[in-house]
């Protein structure tokens, strides 16, 4: 074995780029990435309530694990950090807008409008800053 360190060379006259991060190394997650997750969750949540209070009793097993398995997969295979499909920023946002937009229908469909309209805020201003943040 060699007692000389594992480096990478650069090209002359380049040097790394401090904003990127290491190789195998994500960058320090921030406020809004928290954020955004909760509000993922939340949504997650709401569909799942939603299926098993708003529907009858044969009904309500198959939407209260359909829905938010529906809006999970959509989630992963478009807008999760590591998708399966590499689409366009804008049909990642529409996604994302959707699964939101949808929690927050079932909670007027719940008889919770204020829940649900605090949620869709909190919920599209997360994702709007978290995606102008991935733009840049």
Do not use: K, Q
Request: contains cysteine; charged residues 5%; proline residues 11%.
């Amino acid at each position: 074995m060699s007692d000389t360190p594992n480096v990478t060379p650069t090209p002359p006259g380049s040097a790394p780029s401090p904003a990127a991060p290491a190789p195998g190394m994500r960058p320090p997650l921030s406020a809004i990435d928290i954020v955004a997750f909760v509000c993922e969750i939340f949504a997650f949540g709401t569909l799942a309530l939603w299926g098993f209070t708003m529907w009858p009793f044969p009904g309500n097993i198959v939407a209260g694990i359909g829905a938010p398995v529906v809006a999970i997969l959509a989630w992963a295979l478009f807008v999760s950090p590591r998708a399966v499909f590499a689409v366009h920023p804008f049909v990642r946002a529409i996604v994302e807008l959707l699964v939101y937009a949808s929690a927050t229908v079932a909670w007027w469909m719940m008889g919770n409008a204020w829940i649900g309209l605090g949620f869709g805020v909190v919920a599209v201003t997360a994702g709007v800053i978290a995606g102008r943040r991935r733009l840049s």
